[in-house]
């Protein structure tokens, strides 16, 4: 879809659909809404007079204009009340009503900039989080479909034209687009590289997804071959890697900014990349291990987190960090029990092999401290017991630095990703002291464990400032939730890119 700003008046726009939007409560439309309904002859005071249009939050009605101005269709897109108004609700708004003119078959919409009117929001960050939520509103994972006309919505929207009558805005308004454009994609690669069957997405696969994206945006990538591995002593990726016949991958992705602070180490953003995790020997149920396929969610963040970074070129150095491997139960499989050593060589005792992300994670963690990055980030599908705690909104978050914390929490914050942090204070270390090696790889029963998963990571990443995303909880939607469609979410790209942008505001 192609989004770009049109100047001139709303009302003679020749468009298959016209967006306009109305806060709700308000009786006397004002703005770009006012002036549709003047074409109208007051058609829209009359529909919310008759109590037709409300303009509650989720609400889109739609108006057939029947030859009083050029365009077919109006849809009045609910605000919500205007004081909780924000840039989340634009983002949902914005998806929601680019969902709408799709199911009716428009292939031409033009929309107003929801919030920089009377919603009185910045006209930049109200044109991102509008082309954030069109793009990834809009997404569908359409590559195994042979045909794509079996679905419910055969059409494309092709074009949004938003419209501005103010010249002076359009600068502002054409940066917001740009860069929502920017995140909104990099969030949908995310979501292809999680929907694409586990066959097609091996961690050979993963590493070329990060090489193409890399080579096409100018990154310096790595990745390093298990021999390479093997050399290096990352014992504990390698014991998960060892019971499949695919070859595991280590991913490396470098951004570089001339403008970067030459004293500032670059900071490491460090994803999952389990590329199916069936559990290993310690077998997963069957119910609900197809999503396994998306157990590289958290790596796929980070690739696609890079490519925005790439784009938007803040002013500090950034490395992406993808450990690969797939988790399959065979002859050469790890087991519980096995004693592994990783490769800063501590030891690690096995105790459930489904526990693998850590294992990734841990060999993961050591190498970005051995390369001296500083502060560190990990995104991962770590843990059941994280959704367990939170339900299905929030992400967990867990740190050894609470000014790292605080950053990270409000980058998701500024980027619209919910996440709320769990405590991992000295208590919890003795949920990962194992008798017979330095460290054991999962807590004893099942209670807190998306903490004793973190605790275990901490114990790798020691004093060195880490954040730890478990996005178990939100690495899928169950259905289209603004923003959000079913399936993959492309969780933590948005607030990755964020935090990027806020270490470089620092500077
Ligand atoms: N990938 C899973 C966690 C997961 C489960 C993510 C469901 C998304 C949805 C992870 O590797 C895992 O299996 N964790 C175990 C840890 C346990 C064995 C200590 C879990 O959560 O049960
Ligand atoms: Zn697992
Ligand atoms: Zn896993």
Redesign the pocket.
């Known amino acids: 879809m192609d989004i770009r700003i049109v100047k001139g008046d709303i009302a003679s726009q020749e468009v298959d659909a016209i967006v306009v939007n109305l806060f709700e409560g308000v009786q006397q439309p004002g703005g770009a809404t006012g002036a549709v309904d003047r074409a109208l002859g007051g058609g829209l005071t009359q529909l919310i007079a008759d109590g037709d249009v409300k303009g509650k939050s989720g609400e889109m009605v739609l108006v057939y204009t029947f030859g009083k101005i050029p365009a077919k269709r109006v849809v009045v897109a609910g605000l919500g009340k205007s004081d909780k108004f924000n840039v989340d609700a634009v983002r949902k708004v914005s998806a929601d009503a680019a969902r709408f003119v799709r199911r009716h078959n428009c292939k031409r919409a033009t929309t107003i900039v929801h919030g920089a009117g009377i919603g009185g929001l910045e006209p930049r960050d109200a044109a991102q989080a509008l082309a954030e939520g069109a793009i990834m509103g809009l997404y569908r994972f359409q590559r195994y479909k042979s045909s794509k006309k079996d679905d419910e919505n055969d059409g494309e929207l092709q074009e949004l034209l938003v419209i501005e009558a103010m010249n002076e805005r359009v600068p502002a308004l054409e940066a917001g687009l740009n860069a929502g454009r920017i995140i909104a994609e990099a969030t949908n690669l995310c979501r292809d590289l999680a929907n694409i069957g586990g066959n097609d997405m091996a961690p050979v696969h993963l590493a070329e997804a990060a090489r193409e994206m890399s080579e096409r945006h100018g990154l310096d990538f790595r990745a390093f071959d298990k021999a390479e591995m093997e050399a290096m002593g990352m014992g504990a990726l390698l014991a998960v890697a060892q019971g499949s016949a695919q070859e595991p991958r280590f991913i490396t992705m470098r951004y570089n900014s001339p403008e970067a602070r030459s004293d500032r180490p670059p900071v490491a953003l460090i994803g999952?990349g389990?590329t199916f995790?069936s559990?290993g020997i310690?077998i997963?149920q069957a119910d609900?291990m197809e999503?396994?396929k998306?157990?590289m969610s958290g790596g796929a963040a980070v690739i696609a987190a890079m490519s925005a970074i790439a784009q938007l070129r803040p002013p500090i150095n950034v490395v992406g960090i993808v450990p690969a491997a797939e988790?399959l139960p065979s002859a050469t499989a790890y087991r519980p029990g096995d004693i592994v050593r990783a490769s800063n060589g501590k030891t690690i005792e096995v105790?459930?092999?489904?526990?693998?992300?850590?294992m990734l994670l841990a060999d993961a963690i050591c190498w970005a401290k051995r390369e001296g990055l500083s502060p560190l980030v990990d995104v991962?599908?770590?843990?059941?017991?994280?959704?367990v705690a939170l339900g299905p909104f929030y992400s967990g978050i867990m740190a050894n630095d609470q000014p790292l914390a605080d950053k990270v929490i409000a980058a998701a914050k500024r980027a619209g990703e919910l996440v709320w942090q769990l405590p991992l204070t000295d208590e919890y270390k003795e949920l990962v002291k194992s008798d017979i090696a330095d460290v054991r790889?999962?807590?004893t029963g099942?209670a807190g464990?998306a903490i004793?998963?973190a605790q275990m990571l901490h114990a790798f990443a020691e004093d060195t400032p880490w954040a730890h995303l478990d996005?178990?909880?939100t690495?899928?939607s169950d259905r289209d939730r603004g923003a959000l469609v079913k399936g993959p979410t492309g969780v933590a790209v948005r607030t990755l890119i964020a935090f990027t942008q806020m270490l470089a505001d620092e500077e």
């Open positions: 999952k389990v995790d559990g310690s997963k609900g999503n396994m998306s157990d988790n105790v459930n092999t489904d526990a693998e992300g850590r991962a599908t770590l843990t059941g017991a994280c959704s790889q999962t807590g099942r464990g004793s998963a996005i178990a909880p690495y899928r």
